[in-house]
């Protein structure tokens, strides 16, 4: 599914928390949402998964009733029939670990829900078979899900947006809470399926190694977007993040490897690591590809 945010914005207590959003995932791709606490990054992901009616602009997708050829996107995601939306849109939201009386498999099948008939019938049985085992997760199908750890639990709700079989497949944090082998399987998992994902991380070097693209927020407005090698510049994230650091580049993959080497001046004891909006790296919106690069120079 292609996606395209247009002048996205979300209101929320009286103020923009996400403001004039401009980007394009790309179709197919992981793209990771970036940037510190507060910066909108969940809010952006329920604009995009049509929970969140939009208060400006538009977040748009491929209308998935008609031939992937027949062009650009141009269907609010958040007007799609409730069931069309979840057959093709699945959000994996941070924290969500109520506590339900529900076998790990019971939780995995709430994912098919969009497909099951009025008799409650799963058109594929198999279904959720796949996704637990795709989510490393079929060793605990047996499990009460009140008794799982929170790593346990993380790849159970991996595997129930993957039971949904979705074409644009929205993470929030979803390494959180992830043993270091666990991290790299959902995300090879997540390249492997090739599906439309956007993905909020705070793990910069993951974002780097395994993102196409990386769209980075900062107090609500999108601060800088395009290939991880172009946007996670030591300018950027002193910037937008406080911190110096040194990006160098890993010895095999060829990727960005971010060196975090302490708070920006400025940065520490609680003060406003944004004061450094004058170093004219921040400020504004930027669009893919607008030269990030030599502000490093
Ligand atoms: N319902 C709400 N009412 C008022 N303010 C809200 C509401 N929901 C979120 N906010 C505020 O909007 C801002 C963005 O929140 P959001 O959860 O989108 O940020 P985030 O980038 O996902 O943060 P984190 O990295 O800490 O998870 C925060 O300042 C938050 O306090």
Redesign the pocket.
Known sequence: MELRIAGAGAR??GRW?VDGIDATPPPGALTGLL?P???????LLRLVAGLLPPDAGAVLVTDPDTPATSGAPTTPVHLLPRRRRAQHVALLE?DSGAAVPLSVREVVALGRTPYRSLWGADPDDAAVDRALAAARADHLADRAWSTLSGGERQRVHVARALAQEPSLLLLDEPTNHLDVSAQLALLHLVHDLGVTTVA?L?DLNLAAAHCAHVLV?DQGRLAAAGPPEQVLTPALLRTVYGVDADVLTHPRTGRPVIALSGLAPGGPDGSDPHRHADDGALAGTRTPGSGRDEEDA
Do not use: C, I
Not at 37 to 43: E, M, V, Y
């Open positions: 929320l207590g928390v940037g606490n507060g910066a909108g990054k969940s809010t941070q909020a705070h927020l």
